[in-house]
């Protein structure tokens, strides 16, 4: 976990209301809650779509869409962004850019079993499976 990636990943502390040093700040804030302005930051800084995020939020683009600015997400919903934007600060280092992650996370995977990364981070088992694939890329282990 880079903690000062995921930060700025969700815009800052000032956006998060909070400063992440280790998981149990990430827990605290996860309970606390994030707000959709965390969420909205995490998508735009990740190079994801809103409909993309919904998807991985298991919730709908509407629901995303009808909340304000200053609204807070509930402590599940929180806790999977702050989960994605873990897997995303792994990959962004990993591949060197947002957009070249962001173009991984699209493509069919081999050592995923032929399946999307970005339609196993839905889950937290797949988002550990994506997050082990990118250690090991990281590494140039290929599988």
Known sequence: MCASAIEELL???????HEIRNEMDMYEIAQSGLTKE??????????FTVKSMAAV?????????????????????????LQ??????????????????????????????NKR?????SSRYGAQMVFDELGRIEYGIIV
């Open 11 to 17: 815009g800052g502390p000032e956006i998060i209301g």
């Open 38 to 47: 965390a969420l909205t930051q995490l998508i735009k800084n990740a190079g």
């Open 84 to 113: 994605v934007a873990d897997v995303v600060s792994r990959g962004i280092e990993a591949f060197g850019s947002a957009e070249s992650f962001s173009r991984w996370l699209s493509l069919e995977n081999v050592a995923l079993r």
């Open 57 to 81: 939020l298991n919730l709908t683009e509407r629901t995303l869409q009808r909340k304000q600015r200053d609204d807070l997400l509930d402590r599940v919903t929180s806790e999977q962004v």
């Open 117 to 121: 990364p970005i339609d196993l981070l």
